[in-house]
């Protein structure tokens, strides 16, 4: 699958998450909703983002929002969220998340 068609079946998960972002986080972060001081905006920093992940050493890691909340202590926090949605079988999906799971947990040791 080339970048652009990735792209392509991306665009749509990009936007739900945004659209149900309290529902979201409640579900996939259970206990979070209780945390997030929902009567504060909510930034999608998607353009500072690409500009971060423009220089990525590995062109095959994705991942899908960055967004910041502030927390009901005043305290702002950034949620990275990744989906991986599968429209057909990849024969090299289980090592494409080892190396990306393996490659977030070097960079939190750095």
Same mark, same amino acid.
């Given at each position: 699958? +080339?970048?652009?068609?990735? +792209?392509? &079946?991306?665009? /749509?998960?990009?936007?739900?998450?945004? &659209?149900?972002? /309290?529902?979201?986080?409640?579900? &996939?972060? /259970?206990?979070?909703?209780?945390?997030?001081?929902?009567?504060?905006?909510?930034?999608?920093?998607?353009?500072?983002?690409?500009?971060?992940?423009? *220089?990525?050493?590995?062109?095959?890691?994705?991942?899908?929002? =960055?967004? *910041?909340?502030? =927390?009901?202590?005043?305290?702002?926090?950034?949620? =990275?969220?990744?989906?991986?949605?599968?429209?057909?079988?990849?024969?090299? &999906?289980?090592?494409?998340?080892?190396?990306?799971?393996?490659?977030?947990?070097?960079?939190?040791?750095?």
């Amino acid at each position: 699958m +080339t970048d652009s068609n990735k +792209t392509e &079946f991306d665009s /749509p998960w990009k936007e739900i998450i945004e &659209f149900f972002f /309290p529902k979201f986080m409640e579900f &996939f972060v /259970p206990g979070s909703e209780k945390v997030i001081n929902w009567n504060k905006k909510i930034k999608f920093l998607d353009k500072e983002f690409q500009k971060i992940t423009k *220089e990525s050493a590995d062109k095959r890691r994705y991942a899908d929002k =960055l967004v *910041e909340v502030v =927390l009901k202590n005043n305290e702002k926090k950034w949620v =990275l969220i990744h989906v991986e949605v599968q429209a057909q079988k990849e024969m090299e &999906f289980s090592e494409r998340m080892f190396v990306y799971n393996w490659g977030r947990e070097r960079e939190k040791g750095a």
